[in-house]
Structure formats: C-alpha cells, structure tokens
C-alpha cells in the first residue's frame, strides 16, 4: 500500500514538473529570434549612418564647386575691369599727345591764335567717357601749368597770366560736357535726328567755350593788365572771328563720332 502511493506520489510531482518548465527547442529558438532582431537593428543604425555619410559626402563637392565657379566669375570680372581700365589710360595718352601736336599747328592772330586745340578737345569729348574726357584735358593743362612745354608758347605757371589761358582753362569742363550729352544721342532712333543733335551739341558746347574764354581775357585784361579794351572789341577779336572755324571743329568732330562711334564702340549697338 505504501509502495503504491509512493509510486504515484512521484508520478503527479514529475507531471507537475513538466508542466512548469518550457522544452528546450523553444528556448534556443527565442534567443534565435532575439538575436535576429538585434542584429536587423545594428544593420539598420549602420544603414542610416552610411547613407548620412555619403549625402555628407555629395553636399560638400557642390558647395566646393559652387565657391569655384564664384572664384573664376571674380576673377573675370577683375580681368575685364583691368583691361577696359588699360583701354581707357591709352585713349587719355592718345588725346593728351593730340593735344600737344594741335598746340602747334597754329596760324598766328591778335590775341589769339587759331590753333587744333579745340578740335581735339570735342573729339576727347565725343569718344571717351565722361571722366576720361575729364581726365585727358586737366592732364594736358597741369603739364602746362608745372612747366611742360606744351602749350603753344611753352608752359609754367605764369602761363595763367597769358590772355589765351582762359581757352586752355575751360577745355576740360568742355570735355566733360560734350561727352555726357552727346551720349544722350543713343536714345534717338532715326538718325537725321540723332545726326543734328549731335552736331547740335559740339557746336553750342564749342561756342560756349568761346565765350568763356573770351571772359578770361577780358577779366585778365581789366584787371591785371589795366587795358583799355572795350567788351566789343574782345569779343570780337577773341569770340566772334573763330565762330566759323569753331563750327567747322564741332562739325567735324560731330562727322568722325557718327561715322565711327559703333565702330571703336563708343556708341550703343542699337543706336
């Protein structure tokens, strides 16, 4: 009887046992699948990381590129602003050594002789820039005035005492204006038009000067030298006998633009 009991005492406990512990088979396959999932999640971080290195990557290039390309674009720029500003110093020479040689091309007159100064001085006007046209002027007159023999009878600083002086100190302003509004000519689109504005513009401008000058000499004259010269007759002996070569001057000078001005690029190619 003992024996009995005893043996399905051990009996149940070994069934209650086995439905306590979990087989092995399973237990080796959750940390299977455990494993799996840790790894596809490392795989994953290291994905994301790669893939962030690479657009790390792929951005740096185009920016480099693009600070490249900005480099070269400065550069050409610089370049270009170079050689328009060599252009421009060569065309300022040219026109000072025009006006060196036009001083000496003169036909003796009292007071003032008729010389090319003027012409050159519209043309100066006509195809540079404002500035340059400026520039070409005061430079041939401060070679004058720092003694320079470039003026028609030599240079110094006394030279502002000579009663021709005025015409000489009146050539930049005269420049200067001849080149802005004769530029203005590039918004007339027919051309008789923009032919009589021009010429338009160098003759008024032209006698302007004329007339300033002959203010010089006539100050000069009162006031320094004490002359007894009347307003008539410095006005018609410094102003009034150049009015026809001074028209011819602006004419031609107004011609040579027209004729030239898209050529050497000085005027607007839809002009």
């Known amino acids: 009887m003992d024996d009995n009991f005893r043996h399905d005492f051990d009996m149940d406990n070994s069934d209650n046992a086995s439905d306590t512990e979990l087989p092995t088979d399973t237990v080796t396959t959750l940390f299977a699948e455990r494993a799996q999932t840790e790894c596809a999640e490392q795989a994953s971080i290291q994905d994301g990381a790669s893939d962030a ?3 790390s990557d792929s951005v740096m290039p185009a920016t480099d590129d693009s600070k490249t390309d900005e480099a070269a674009e400065r550069k050409r720029i610089a370049a270009r602003r170079a050689r328009r500003g060599a252009a421009e110093a060569v065309k300022i020479a040219l026109f000072v050594a025009l006006l060196t040689v036009g001083c000496r091309l003169t036909i003796p007159m009292v007071p003032v ?3 090319l100064q003027t012409l050159f001085t519209c043309m100066a006007g006509c195809f540079l820039s404002p500035l340059s046209a400026f ?3 005061l430079i041939y007159v401060l070679m004058g005035l720092v003694g320079i023999p470039v003026f028609t009878t030599g240079g110094g600083f006394a030279y502002v005492l000579q009663p021709t002086f005025g015409f000489l100190l009146f050539m930049p302003a005269l420049a200067w204006s001849v080149s802005v509004l004769i530029r203005q000519s ?3 689109k027919r051309k008789p038009l923009r032919i009589a504005y021009e010429h338009a513009v160098c003759i008024s401008l032209g006698m302007i000067h004329l007339v300033l000058g002959t203010l010089y000499y006539l100050a000069l004259a009162k006031w320094y030298l ?3 010269v009347t307003v008539s007759k410095a006005f018609y002996s410094c ?3 150049f009015l026809p070569s001074a028209a011819i001057k602006a004419i031609v000078s107004a011609t040579l633009y027209e004729a030239l001005g898209k050529r050497l690029k000085v005027r607007a190619p839809n002009s």
């Open 135 to 137: 520039l070409s002027q």
């Open 186 to 188: 590039r918004r007339i």
């Open 53 to 55: 290195l690479a657009e």
């Open 239 to 241: 102003c009034v006998i």
């Open 226 to 228: 004490h002359s007894t």
């Open 113 to 115: 002789p008729f010389t």
